[in-house]
């Protein structure tokens, strides 16, 4: 009995050793956990983002009712984003996960904005008869508000690993407007 315990005792020890030495070349992160992250934190209105949206909405030329409606479809937009990872690849220190990301379609807001101002062009005049930017913006934000068609983009995440963690590389211009749903395919 004593040497069967024996052969179990050992067998769980090379077990043991054999799962921790594992344990310790693998990165703390997978390229798919750290996309899953970054996403994330756009569901979840990290602060890092609303920061990020902060910055952009400053520089816009709104009025201050205008930079919270456009900061409440952002948001509206971040939290109803959903991720499907398609698939994963790596090589070496460098690895791309496919993703397919559906968010509202702001894209068929902007044009269904454009036609419905060319048609109705007295509504967005000032008192002066000119083109009214404020007119034509309260309008687009209140369509933006209303939006329920949602599109799907396919993004190639890439990520580079730096201390044995997965980290994203900076995303592209094309990236970042897929996640805000305004990129226009041709």
Request: hydrophobic share 35%; charged share 35%.
């Amino acid at each position: 009995m004593r040497k069967v315990f024996s052969i179990i005792g050992i067998i769980l020890v090379v077990f043991l050793v054999a799962g921790c030495s594992c344990a310790l070349f693998r990165s703390k992160t997978s390229p798919t956990r750290a996309v899953e992250s970054f996403l994330g934190k756009y569901q979840s209105l990290d602060e890092e983002i609303m920061d990020q949206l902060d910055d952009v909405v400053i520089d816009e030329d709104l009025t201050s009712t205008q930079k919270d409606e456009y900061k409440a479809v952002m948001k509206r937009q971040y939290q109803n984003l959903t991720y499907i990872i398609k698939e994963e690849i790596i090589d070496g220190d460098n690895a791309i996960v496919t993703t397919e990301i559906e968010v509202y379609d702001f894209v068929k807001t902007q044009r269904d904005v454009d036609s419905y101002v060319e048609d109705h062009k007295t509504e967005f005049e000032d008192e002066n008869g000119d083109f009214s930017q404020e007119k034509y913006m309260d309008y687009k934000l209140e369509q933006l508000k209303k939006e329920m068609s949602r599109v799907k983009y396919t993004i190639d995440f890439r990520l580079t690993k730096k201390d044995n963690e997965w980290e994203l590389d900076d995303l592209t211009d094309t990236e970042r407007e897929k996640i805000h749903g305004v990129y226009v395919t041709t």
